[in-house]
Every structure is written in structure tokens, then in C-alpha cells.
């Protein structure tokens, strides 16, 4: 029965198959006035929106470069770039030939400032006093045009300023660019994209007016929003220390570990975004020798005359990082705190608990002989094994520096160690080990 039943399902799915490879010449060939009908409610043109959030760094660069060269007239009304941007970190020849593409687009270039809060300053303003077409949002502000990138005897001054001195260190909000002339109120993306001729028509029930073009909106892949995001001053410098930090936790472990995996990349990562962004090369250096510096005092188990000198160089490398662009102090803040608590405290402890955990065993080294890197009197550091711990003296018996010693005891974090020779012994010793 069940066999009978699973042909009678067969037949009928090839039979609703079979009708349906009928069924669709005949619809393929169906009124033509009906098909017809049916493009006609096709909108024909868009208008490309592309969002410009962030420093004009490569990535953007690219975006906004690809499409002015995708303009298909015959398509696109219209190409709208949405704009908060504080600067440019590209060169102002590739400046310049986004702005020779701005200028030639064979349909007009609107750019708008806006959501609310939004800025465009620097060589993104002089771009946006291109174009045909400014929109501001409440708000907003553009201006603090800098030096000009492009020539003026080609491109003329930015929104048509009558002089080379105005809006050069100042910017305007909305209501003196509106009252200047220099954009046209648009609070939000929608009022901006009403105000370009051609995305609005009758209505159909004749009241009013309604879009009748696309809007199109264009952003980066993931994998350039992920650089675009790391060329970020603040998540560069943080990206940086994180990776450094974790790189140098992961020496002083055994074996690689998701530390070390997470470290590599955020240092790759935190490297791209340095290289791209205006730093400045001995502040680099600052930070590397602060690295170098914790991981130092992280093998001697103690913060030491290297640990300052690690906390001075990151400081100093952190506030001067950055030429042209800056960071806000609460991004600071992070960096150096966070750095200087897990550097001077947290991997310290994180390493002697590693390696001092039953997991992987600590009974091998007692009995173990080395040698005290300073005093131990009761307490200092002695290097077993080419690895220093905090030790305090077996029963008191003081130990000088670089004196050899045995060690007797593990006590959490601690070892007891005595003399090599000379010193009390203790019933928990025992003969080294061959």
C-alpha cells in the first residue's frame, strides 16, 4: 500500500511538471499589451545614494571613485554622497582626481550633510563646494577648508566664495548656510532626494506629488568596512596596544593560544591603520620600546626600572601619535590604563598563575638549584630554569644576589629557597635532579 501510494505521488508531481512546462510557452507568448503594461509601472532611472562616513582614507576613496565611474546616464539621474567626514588621508592628488571625476559626472552631484551632528570639513568640504547641488541637515556643519587641494584656476573656490579667506579656518551651520546661499535645507535624506528635478511626479490619485525613480543605496563590502574601520585613529591606536599587549602575554605562555591568534590580528590590523593614517614615526617607536620595555619587568616577575621607562615611552608615544588628527581623551584614557594595569599587574599575575597552576605541574621544581636575581631578604626574585619567580628565604637564612640557591617549598605564587650551600635545611627538600 505505502509502495502504491509513493507511484501515485510520483505520477502526480510529474504530471503538475509536465503541465507546467506546457503552460509556460503559452504565458511566454501570452497579450503583449499585458507585458507591456507591466513594465510600464517599472521605474526606468534611480538615484545612487553612497554614505561618506569617516576620514577620506582609501577605502572611501575607492567608493566614491567606482561610482562617479559607474554613472550610467541612460539610468542615474542623479549620485547623492552622504556626508560626515572630518578630513581627508589620501593625497591631494587623488583628491584632485576625485574631484576632476565630481566635476565631469555626466549627471549632477548632490552631496548632503547630514543626519543631524554631521560635519564635513577639510579637503571632503572643498569637494562638497563642487558640486552641484548642498544639502545640510539641522545640526550639521561644513567648512574649515584648510589650504586648497585642488587649483583654483581649475575648480574655482568652493561654493562660490567670493574670497579664498572665508570658511578657510571656520565652518557654518545650518541656518547661515541656508541664509548664505551655500546649501538648501534638506533635515532629512528623503527632503534632500525631493529637492533634485526628476524623483518626484503627480501622484497617482492626482493629490500632491510621489517619487517616481528608485533610490539606490551603495555602501562597502565587509571586508572594506572592516579596513575602513581599522583606519579609524581611535581604533587604530587601540587595535595597536591590544595586539602588542596580547603578543606579549603569549611569550611568556606555553604554546600559542587564542591570545595569541586574536593578538596577531589585532596588530595587523592596528599596523594598516597606522600606515594609512598622518603618524608620526618616533611615536611608533615610543610605543614599541614601551612594549619591550613591560616585557622586561614581565620576565623578572616585578615592576622595575623598566616598567617606567615602558609608562613614560606610551605615554609620550600616545599623545604624539597622531599629526593632523586626534583622538579624544577618553580614547586615551583606555589606551594608557588599560596598558599600563595589565602590562604592571595583570599579565605579571597571569603568567605566575600559568606556570605555577598544579595543570601543568609544579612538584619538578623543588629541589631544582638556580640563582638569586637580586637580594632575598626575606623576599626578592631567583631565576630556576631561566625563569624568574618571587622567592622568600627557607627559615630566614638570607641570600645575596647572584648567590646560588635551592628551592624547597612551593607555596601558591611563591617558592621558599635557601642557600646552595650554608643554609638550614629543610625535611621538605630533597637532592636535585639529574
Not at 503552460?23 to 497579450?31: D, I, K, L
Not at 517599472?42 to 545614494?49: G, N, Q, S, Y
Amino acid at each position: 500500500m505505502i509502495r502504491s501510494a509513493r507511484r501515485r505521488t510520483r505520477l502526480l508531481a510529474g504530471l503538475v511538471l509536465l503541465a507546467g512546462s506546457l503552460w509556460a510557452p503559452m504565458a511566454a507568448v501570452g497579450p503583449a499589451g499585458a507585458h507591456a503594461e507591466h513594465e510600464s509601472h517599472e521605474p526606468a532611472a534611480v538615484i545612487d545614494v553612497v554614505e561618506v562616513n569617516g576620514l577620506l582614507d582609501p577605502v572611501l576613496l575607492e567608493v566614491m571613485s567606482g561610482a562617479l565611474d559607474r554613472i550610467d546616464p541612460a539610468e542615474t539621474i542623479a549620485l547623492v554622497f552622504q556626508v560626515n567626514s572630518r578630513g581627508s588621508v589620501v593625497s591631494d592628488d587623488e583628491v584632485v582626481a576625485l574631484a576632476e571625476l565630481i566635476m565631469g559626472s555626466p549627471v549632477p552631484v548632490s552631496f548632503w550633510v547630514g543626519p543631524s551632528g554631521s560635519r564635513a570639513r577639510g579637503a571632503v568640504a572643498q569637494l562638497v563646494g563642487l558640486a552641484d547641488d548642498v544639502g545640510i541637515a539641522p545640526g550639521a556643519r561644513f567648512g574649515d577648508l584648510g589650504d586648497p587641494v585642488a587649483p583654483l584656476e581649475r575648480f574655482g573656490r568652493p561654493f562660490g566664495l567670493p574670497s579664498d579667506t572665508d570658511l578657510v579656518d571656520d565652518t557654518v551651520g545650518y541656518d547661515e548656510a541656508i541664509e548664505r546661499g551655500l546649501a538648501r535645507p534638506s533635515p532629512v535624506l528623503l527632503e534632500h532626494l525631493r529637492g533634485i528635478p526628476g524623483f518626484e511626479g503627480a501622484a497617482a490619485d492626482g493629490e500632491g506629488t510621489a517619487p517616481v525613480v528608485r533610490t539606490r543605496f551603495n555602501k562597502p563590502g565587509l571586508v572594506d568596512q572592516l579596513f575602513h574601520t581599522a583606519a579609524s585613529p581611535p581604533v587604530a591606536y587601540l587595535l595597536f596596544l591590544v595586539g602588542a599587549g596580547l603578543l606579549v602575554f603569549e611569550l611568556f605562555t606555553a604554546g600559542v593560544g587564542i591570545a595569541g591568534v586574536i593578538g596577531a590580528g589585532s596588530f595587523l590590523l592596528g599596523c594598516y591603520g597606522l600606515a594609512v593614517l598622518p603618524t608620526r614615526w618616533w611615536a611608533i617607536a615610543l610605543l614599541v620600546v614601551a612594549m619591550f620595555g613591560y616585557a622586561v619587568d614581565i620576565q623578572t616577575g616585578v615592576p622595575r626600572a623598566w616598567t617606567v621607562i615602558a609608562t613614560a615611552s606610551l605615554v609620550v608615544g600616545s599623545v604624539a601619535l597622531y599629526d593632523g588628527v586626534g583622538m579624544s581623551w577618553i580614547t586615551l584614557g583606555v589606551g594608557l590604563v588599560g596598558m599600563i594595569a595589565a602590562m604592571s599587574a595583570g599579565i605579571p599575575a597571569m603568567v605566575r598563575t600559568r606556570f605555577s597552576t598544579p595543570t601543568i605541574g609544579r612538584d619538578w621544581i623543588v629541589g631544582e638549584s638556580g640563582a638569586a636575581v637580586d637580594a632575598v631578604d626575606p623576599e626578592g626574585t631567583v631565576c630556576v630554569r631561566e625563569a624568574v619567580w618571587k622567592a622568600r628565604t627557607n627559615r630566614a637564612t638570607p641570600i645575596e644576589a647572584s648567590a646560588p640557591i635551592r628551592v624547597v617549598a612551593v607555596e601558591g605564587l611563591w617558592l621558599e629557597v635557601a642557600p646552595e650551600e650554608g643554609g638550614a635545611r629543610d625535611y621538605r627538600s630533597r637532592a636535585p635532579k639529574g
